[in-house]
C-alpha cells in the first residue's frame, strides 16, 4: 500500500490476504514453494511475498472490500481503503509502523484521536483491540499528542 503512496522507505515486503480462505489454505503449499522459487531466483528474502498478516489475524478483523488495482490473467490484485491500513497499522503498533500511519493519516478524514478509535472499531474486532491494547495505546499516544 505504501509503495503506492510513494513512501520515503523502501518495504521488505509484499502483504497479501487471500480472500477466499478454503482456496489460501488449499494451495498454500504450492504458494510457498513458488515464493521461495522466486526468493532464490532473485536473491529475495524468502518472506518477500508475506501472507503471515492472514495467518495472525484472520480472526481479528474485518476486511472491507477493495479496488481493484491490476489484473493478471486469473489474478486480481484488490488494493483495500487506506483507513484499513491504517488501522492495521496503528493495532501493529511498531517503529515503522507509526512512521507509515504518518503518512497515511494526512490522506484520512482522521483528525483525532476518537476519530481513530472508531476506525479502530470499525476494522479491528473488540478482543483483538483487547489482545492489542498497549500497542494500539501507544500508537495512539504518539500519533496524537495532543
Given at each position: 500500500?505504501?509503495?503506492l503512496e510513494n513512501a520515503p522507505r523502501t518495504t521488505d ?8 480462505e478454503d482456496a489460501f489454505q488449499q494451495t498454500r503449499g504450492t504458494l ?115
Amino acid at each position: 500500500m505504501l509503495l503506492l503512496e510513494n513512501a520515503p522507505r523502501t518495504t521488505d515486503d509484499i502483504d497479501i490476504f487471500w480472500l477466499e480462505e478454503d482456496a489460501f489454505q488449499q494451495t498454500r503449499g504450492t504458494l510457498s514453494e513458488g515464493m521461495l522459487a522466486i526468493a532464490r531466483k532473485y536473491k529475495l528474502d524468502p518472506g518477500w511475498l508475506n501472507y503471515l498478516t492472514q495467518i495472525i489475524l484472520q480472526n481479528d478483523i474485518i476486511i472491507p472490500n477493495g479496488k481493484l488495482w491490476k489484473q493478471f490473467g486469473p489474478l486480481h490484485v484488490y488494493i483495500p481503503p487506506k483507513e484499513y491500513i491504517l488501522a492495521l497499522k496503528i493495532t501493529a503498533g511498531r517503529d515503522k509502523d507509526i512512521a507509515d500511519c504518518a503518512i497515511l493519516l494526512p490522506q484520512t478524514k482522521i483528525k483525532t484521536r476518537r476519530q481513530a478509535q472508531k476506525l479502530l472499531d470499525l476494522y479491528i474486532l473488540p478482543d483483538a483491540q483487547e489482545e492489542h491494547a498497549e500497542q494500539i495505546e501507544l500508537s495512539l499516544n504518539e500519533l496524537f499528542k495532543n
